[in-house]
Structures are given as structure tokens and as C-alpha cells.
């Protein structure tokens, strides 16, 4: 789930936290607009201060920004979608 406080992991079942990863964990910021999953299993995270990319497997994000070829690096809520061949659209 995406939140103001960053990405947090939830066990469905018992309705709990099981982890929350912020901007110390790597995030680009901890305000989250959207979620993607890419045809790899990878969260495209679109924030406050640009795009996260976050390997479920390694736990680690990759961030993007206004030096990597983004526009602004602010995004909206709903300003991001995923065709029937996987492509993303943010």
C-alpha cells in the first residue's frame, strides 16, 4: 500500500504491517500517488519527488528524477496506467 509514510507491505489475513520502507530505505520520497507492477514483479512508485522503481525480491529501489529525463517530478493520483502488453504509462 502506498501512503504518506511511505511503502508499506500487509499481510492481508491478520490486517497488519509487515513492513514499511521510507526515504531512509531509499525511497524518493515517502509520498506515494501510485503503484505499478511491471511484467518483472518491480512497484513503480510514483511520488512527491519523482519515480521509484522497488525489487520486491532485493528490497532495493532505483529513483528517477528530473536527471533521468523526467518532465516534473511531481506526479498526480491516477496519473499512471499499465496496457494489456504490459507497457506503463506514468
Known amino acids: 500500500i502506498g ?6 507491505h500487509i499481510d492481508t489475513q491478520k490486517e497488519r ?3 514499511n520502507f521510507n526515504q531512509e530505505d531509499g525511497l524518493s520520497n ?10 518483472n514483479g518491480n512497484l513503480w512508485l510514483t511520488t512527491d519527488n519523482g519515480l521509484s522503481c522497488f525489487n520486491k525480491k532485493t528490497e532495493k529501489f532505483k529513483n528517477y528524477g528530473l ?3 523526467l518532465v516534473n517530478s511531481e506526479f498526480n493520483i491516477n496519473s499512471y496506467y499499465k496496457s494489456r502488453s504490459g507497457e506503463l504509462f506514468i
Open 17 to 19: 504491517v509487515i513492513k
Open 30 to 39: 515517502n509520498i506515494i500517488y501510485g503503484i505499478l507492477e511491471d511484467n
Open 3 to 8: 501512503t504518506d509514510a511511505g511503502l508499506s
Open 67 to 69: 536527471s533521468n529525463g
